[in-house]
């Protein structure tokens, strides 16, 4: 993109010049005389714009202000001279026809592409600087994002660990199918969840995997269900943004304690539009009273963050706390 945009500005810089330079030589010259002016405007003209932007330029731009006055004075003065006294070589006769008039002109050009290629060149170093800026934006929120990945994962893992541990102390024969569904979230976590994009159908059975363990976990009399509908090969979604939401359900809700404790969550997609709620039991932990404690509590921080480095301006996200249900609406584009 750099290179590109560097060779179109280029060539549009010259394309101008040798516009006004080509008008000139048909209106003060006549036949071959005016080719050869072009030919010597383009080639003196070249010779400044690049002496100046590789040589001169780069102490201004060193924020050597000196040195570049010096330089560009003496080097102007050198061109203006070899200019206005080597027109006889291409056979031109354009400063003794129209006399102090046509060397005004010519040291006029000589100037004029002096401050033009001193502009064109700083506008080329401000567009690489704006260019690695947003390189480097983009680099640290990549990493911002992989920093909050791992923040997620572990969690994850440990409290899947610490659950099938507890089975297995028990003997239960929960136990394998809960190491073996695990094995499957991992291989996800691994091999998909550093990608910037992975199948929406692939991360809605990452979910089913985990839903299938706290079915293992707490058994057959856990009320959960899982909806999908609108789900096609195309859809793509960032990895491991929905997972926590589900587990945060799981873990701050009332299973425990209420025997009609529940968990509903619905994925849909619609016009390219992604809407996923969950919906869990709730009850407000000691000391909480108000939703923004309770997301300080549940830490929803972090997926709030992921949503923003993964869909800026594309997602919104509301939750709720109210009778005794707590409440995540999340919306996107995909």
Same mark, same amino acid.
């Given at each position: 993109m750099?290179?590109?945009?560097?060779?179109?500005?280029? +060539?549009a810089f010259w394309l101008f010049y040798t516009s006004v330079v080509g008008t000139g030589g048909y209106i003060l010259s006549e036949g071959q005389e005016g080719w050869y002016f072009i030919i010597n405007s383009l080639l003196f003209g070249g010779i400044v714009v690049y002496g100046n932007l590789? %040589?001169?330029?780069? %102490?201004?731009?060193?924020?050597?202000?000196? /040195? %570049?006055?010096l330089t560009a004075i003496v080097f102007i003065t050198v061109i203006i001279v070899l200019r206005l006294n080597t027109e006889h070589i291409f056979g031109l006769h354009f400063t003794d026809k129209y006399g102090w008039p046509a060397q005004f002109i010519l040291t006029m050009q000589m100037l004029a592409l002096m401050l033009l290629s001193t502009m064109f060149g700083g506008f080329l170093q401000w567009l690489n600087d704006r260019e690695r800026e947003v390189l480097l934006q983009k680099e640290k929120l990549q990493g911002e994002l992989k920093f909050l990945k791992t923040q997620v994962n572990p969690h994850f893992m440990f409290n899947t660990l610490n659950n099938i541990y507890s089975l297995a102390y028990r003997q239960h024969p929960n136990a394998a199918p809960m190491i073996a569904t695990l094995s499957k979230i991992m291989r996800y976590h691994l091999y998909d969840g550093s990608r910037e994009r992975v199948g929406l159908q692939k991360e809605a059975e990452m979910l089913q995997d985990y839903i299938a363990l706290q079915r293992l976990k707490y058994g057959d009399s856990l009320n959960v269900d899982f909806y999908t509908e609108g789900i096609e090969n195309q859809h793509e979604i960032a990895p491991l943004l929905l997972v926590n939401f589900i587990e945060n359900s799981f873990k701050h809700g009332d299973m425990d304690t209420n025997p009609e404790a529940f968990v509903n969550v619905n994925l849909t997609v619609e016009k390219g539009e992604l809407h996923f709620t969950v919906e869990n039991s709730f009850r407000f932990p000691s000391g909480m009273t108000k939703t923004e404690e309770i997301e300080e509590g549940v830490g929803l921080k972090n997926s709030k963050r992921?949503?923003?480095?993964?869909?800026?301006? /594309?997602?919104?996200?509301?939750?709720?706390?109210?009778?005794?249900? %707590?409440?995540?609406?999340?919306? +996107?584009?995909?």
């Open positions: 750099k290179n590109k945009t560097t060779i179109i500005a280029h +060539l590789w %040589f001169i330029l780069p %102490f201004l731009l060193a924020k050597k202000y000196k /040195r %570049f006055g992921l949503l923003d480095l993964a869909y800026p301006g /594309r997602s919104s996200l509301e939750t709720k706390a109210e009778g005794g249900t %707590f409440l995540v609406d999340l919306r +996107l584009k995909l």
